[in-house]
């Protein structure tokens, strides 16, 4: 190791340090929030310096983390310092923008997974009480609101693929944070750049476009003819056909926008979901499957 990386490895063991010693002042208060913040360091050690350097300063950091933090936080924090090495291999790696964002993803899938599922006693988790919670809860609210249960209506399945929708959301949402969070700080510190992305290549194949529109089929089909049967995997199947074409829409908007400059378009857009929900996603489900099948950037843009 040369003293340019020992001393950045002491910087960083010692940003981390200074991170785990406000998360104690507080007790378990800022656990999450202080959690957010704790793979930077790292990430920024790593984009810079070998894997092999940045396992000394990983595991130097962990050991200082069992030093300061109490047992439940350290294997809380454990998985976060792991997803800022990996994170800073990635850079150092020269790995593809969706390579990052995929190991953002997994980090944060283990850390749901061991706090949540494999040591939620640790971390003060109920499962099964969170489950009759949101039953209870759900069950309390239908029957204030006059709505009739229908017998095959099994709310014990509803409850639980709610939860797991809410748990997926909030793996998506910390991995997308800590993601956007080393990607704009790496940028600002100029300590890495990522290489500029093709228009084209967030553009909705046609025949994923094909099979999108075809998950958007049963749902409406079961709520005219009234039917329950297989009503929970339709509306999965409906707001998962619904996310992949709204997401390629909206790529087309971006590059509508830097295309045309148009000044508030933006501000229009957001304005037209909060008044008009219902006309703007039928307006994004247009405007994506159209781009999908007959490639409206290349066409109207030239992108």
Same mark, same amino acid.
């Given at each position: 190791?040369?003293?340019?990386?020992?001393?950045?490895?002491?910087?960083?063991?010692?940003?981390?340090?200074?991170?785990?010693?406000?998360?104690?002042?507080?007790?378990?208060?800022?656990?999450?929030?202080?959690?957010?913040?704790?793979?930077?360091?790292?990430?920024?050690?790593?984009?810079?310096?070998?894997?092999?350097?940045?396992?000394?300063?990983?595991?130097?950091?962990?050991?200082?983390?069992?030093?300061?933090?109490?047992?439940?936080?350290?294997?809380?924090?454990?998985?976060? +310092?792991?997803?800022?090495?990996?994170?800073?291999?990635?850079?150092?790696?020269?790995?593809?923008?969706?390579?990052?964002?995929?190991?953002?993803?997994?980090?944060?899938?283990?850390?749901?997974?061991?706090?949540?599922?494999?040591?939620?006693?640790?971390?003060?988790?109920?499962?099964?009480?969170?489950?009759?919670?949101?039953?209870?809860?759900?069950?309390?609210?239908?029957?204030?609101?006059?709505?009739?249960?229908?017998?095959?209506?099994?709310?014990?399945?509803?409850?639980?693929?709610?939860?797991?929708?809410?748990?997926?959301?909030?793996?998506?949402?910390?991995?997308?944070?800590?993601?956007?969070?080393?990607?704009?700080?790496?940028?600002?510190?100029?300590?890495? &750049?990522?290489?500029?992305?093709?228009?084209?290549?967030?553009?909705?194949?046609?025949?994923?476009?094909?099979?999108?529109?075809?998950?958007?089929?049963?749902?409406?089909?079961? %709520?005219?003819?009234?039917? &329950?049967?297989?009503?929970?995997?339709?509306?999965?199947?409906?707001?998962?056909? %619904?996310?992949?074409?709204?997401?390629?829409?909206?790529?087309?908007?971006?590059?509508?926008?830097?295309?045309?400059?148009?000044?508030?378009?933006?501000?229009?857009?957001?304005?037209?979901?909060?008044?008009?929900?219902?006309?703007?996603?039928?307006?994004?489900?247009?405007?994506?499957?159209?781009?999908? +099948?007959?490639?409206?950037?290349?066409?109207?843009?030239?992108?």
């Amino acid at each position: 190791m040369t003293t340019r990386s020992i001393t950045q490895g002491a910087l960083t063991i010692a940003l981390s340090a200074s991170l785990l010693l406000i998360a104690r002042q507080f007790g378990t208060a800022l656990d999450v929030f202080v959690a957010w913040l704790l793979p930077l360091p790292l990430v920024m050690y790593g984009a810079r310096f070998k894997p092999s350097q940045l396992w000394v300063v990983f595991f130097s950091t962990l050991i200082l983390s069992f030093l300061i933090s109490p047992f439940p936080s350290n294997l809380y924090f454990m998985f976060y +310092f792991l997803h800022g090495a990996l994170f800073g291999i990635g850079l150092y790696l020269k790995w593809s923008r969706q390579q990052l964002f995929l190991s953002s993803m997994g980090s944060m899938l283990l850390v749901t997974l061991f706090s949540v599922g494999i040591f939620s006693s640790l971390f003060g988790y109920d499962l099964i009480g969170e489950y009759q919670t949101v039953l209870t809860q759900l069950t309390n609210m239908l029957t204030a609101t006059g709505v009739t249960i229908p017998s095959g209506l099994d709310l014990g399945r509803i409850t639980i693929i709610s939860m797991i929708i809410s748990y997926v959301i909030v793996v998506i949402s910390e991995g997308w944070l800590v993601y956007l969070m080393a990607i704009i700080l790496v940028k600002r510190l100029k300590i890495y &750049e990522l290489p500029t992305r093709s228009t084209q290549r967030f553009q909705l194949p046609k025949w994923a476009g094909v099979i999108a529109l075809i998950l958007l089929i049963p749902y409406p089909y079961l %709520v005219v003819t009234q039917s &329950e049967t297989f009503l929970i995997p339709a509306i999965s199947l409906y707001v998962s056909g %619904v996310i992949v074409i709204v997401y390629n829409a909206l790529n087309f908007v971006i590059i509508l926008k830097r295309t045309l400059k148009i000044k508030y378009f933006y501000l229009f857009l957001i304005l037209l979901l909060l008044l008009v929900p219902s006309i703007w996603l039928d307006a994004m489900l247009i405007v994506g499957l159209l781009d999908s +099948f007959v490639n409206l950037r290349q066409r109207w843009l030239g992108a």
